[in-house]
Nanobody, 123 residues
């Protein structure tokens, strides 16, 4: 399976935008649906977004609808999460993941996970 490495996290202020990247090693990136999840300390891991491997169809969790855009560049083996109008509630470790399913918002469906990148949004 793929090795995933997230980057792009950091400290931002409320209302800012941020783009997270997930670089995958391997030769079958285009065959994986990619997902983003996040987890704040003491809280359950939460689904953020996913983009399918088939047609690039995207889905978003209710907490981020209207504030996130997921995309992928198969030539670069990279998935992105563009976030807008960040809020303090968005503070979390963001994880990139890959699944062979067409679509999933369930973390148990994802077979490969990155190490996470910290996003901190100040008020």
């Amino acid at each position: 399976q793929l090795q995933l490495v997230e980057s792009g996290g950091g400290l931002v202020q409320a209302g800012d935008s941020l783009r997270l990247s997930c670089v995958a090693s391997g030769i079958s990136f285009s065959n994986y649906t990619m997902g983003w999840f996040r987890q704040a300390p003491g809280k359950e891991r939460e689904f953020v977004s996913t983009i399918s491997w088939a047609r690039g169809t995207s889905y978003y969790g209710d907490s981020v609808k209207g504030r996130c855009t997921i995309s992928r560049d198969n030539a670069k083996n990279t998935a992105y999460l563009q976030m807008y109008n960040l809020k303090p509630e968005d503070t979390a470790v963001y994880y990139c993941a890959a699944t062979s399913d067409y679509y999933s918002d369930y973390e148990g469906s994802y077979e490969c996970w990155g190490q996470g990148t910290q996003v901190t949004v100040s008020s």
